[in-house]
């Protein structure tokens, strides 16, 4: 487990959720593994009871496979799930997308700036994680401008199977298209170019399946099918 220190808003049970899908998404914790409670509670500095509930809530959501008085194991990566996550990431974020472009204030054009400044810098370092985490903040910031943080919640929570699948693709590919992408839609942003924002909001989301061949020649072991 990478450690993932804790919030001191967060309860316990939050704690556990947040600290385990991370694990899950940045690959500490790889798919196929068998993980236990009391290890992770351990690693946590927490009782088992909050450990036991954040594991039974990402069960619901298939990342985790439950075995009664045998443990627990990390899903394989279901590529049909993947698809199913990101159908429903890019039909919200389509609308999110454009109605963000229309009303996006200067301010808010130099956060998605800065963001991306941040995304060269640490594609320079190789830091994947980092990467990862600026590319999820430079599309919560369309969710913050739409006042629509409801949304970006319940989308960061299905998205957690293809999170750990794009993981895989920064680690894979060459990363310097996924900023390109952001700074194609951060140029119709500052254009106010509403049906372009959204266009290429839906093509950069939907490149799923590129590069894919590659990744399972590579992480054969991590894929359900």
Do not use: W
Not at 126 to 140: M, V
Not at 141 to 162: A, E, L, P
Not at 178 to 202: G, P, Q, R, T
């Amino acid at each position: 487990m990478k450690e993932i220190e804790k919030d001191p808003k967060e309860t316990n049970r939050e704690y556990a959720l947040r600290a385990i899908k991370e694990n899950i998404i940045n690959l500490s914790l790889v798919p196929g593994s068998m993980i236990s409670e009391q290890e992770i509670a351990s690693d946590l500095n927490l009782s088992r009871t909050p450990v036991h509930e954040a594991i039974q809530e990402l069960s619901k959501i298939k990342v985790i496979e439950v075995y009664p008085q045998k443990g627990s194991r990390v899903s394989l990566i279901d590529m049909d799930l993947i698809d199913e996550s990101v159908f429903i990431r890019s039909t919200l974020e389509s609308a999110i997308t454009g109605q963000a472009c229309k009303n996006a204030t200067e301010e808010d054009i130099k956060n998605l700036q800065e963001n991306i400044s941040l995304q060269e810098f640490y594609n320079s370092k190789g830091n994947t994680d980092k990467i990862l985490e600026l590319d999820n903040k430079f599309h919560e910031i369309f969710y913050k401008i739409t006042n629509r943080m409801q949304c970006f919640y319940m989308v960061k929570m299905v998205s957690i199977h293809y999170d750990r699948y794009r993981k895989l693709k920064l680690v894979t590919r060459d990363r310097l298209g996924i900023i390109e992408d952001h700074k194609a839609i951060l140029k119709a942003f500052e254009e106010k170019n509403v049906k372009k924002a959204k266009e290429l909001s839906i093509k950069h989301l939907q490149q799923l399946h590129i590069d894919e061949q590659d990744i399972r020649l590579k992480y054969p072991a991590y894929f359900k099918n």
